[in-house]
Nanobody
Framework: QVQLVESGGGLVQAGGSLRLSCAAS????????MGWYRQAPGNQRELVAE???????TYADSVKGRFTISRDNAKNTAYLKMNNLKPEDTAVYYC?????????????????WGQGTQVTVSS
């Protein structure tokens, strides 16, 4: 199947920046949507940003103007650049990738999640 490896989380002061990376590997035929979600303690997991293979981008209202999602299709990697971080951005950030993989029976769809990376913003 598809494995996702995330990196780039950490501790940062309010107003600082971080860049998250998510590298996908496996028998990947295609990648459609690459996205980032986050979950803070006691909260539901929520969409932060996602980008389709056609270039359509969606951002949560809370991060518009501060976060930028991008992808390197040659490397099967998604990025999330986070600027002007706020304490309320503190959460575990998860990468999500969907597309198709090559199976013996033909192409099969997949929808994979990363293991999560902690982002902590101190005030």
């Amino acid at each position: 199947q598809v494995q996702l490896v995330e990196s780039g989380g950490g501790l940062v002061q309010a107003g600082g920046s971080l860049r998250l990376s998510c590298a996908a590997s496996g028998s990947i035929l295609s990648i459609n949507t690459m996205g980032w979600y986050r979950q803070a303690p006691g909260n539901q997991r929520e969409l932060v940003a996602e980008q389709t293979s056609g270039g359509n981008i969606t951002y949560a209202d809370s991060v518009k103007g501060r976060f930028t999602i991008s992808r390197d299709n040659a490397k099967n990697t998604a990025y999330l650049k986070m600027n002007n971080l706020k304490p309320e951005d503190t959460a575990v950030y998860y990468c999500r990738v969907s597309g198709s993989v090559q199976a013996m029976s033909g192409p099969l769809p997949y929808d994979s999640w990363g293991q999560g990376t902690q982002v902590t913003v101190s005030s």
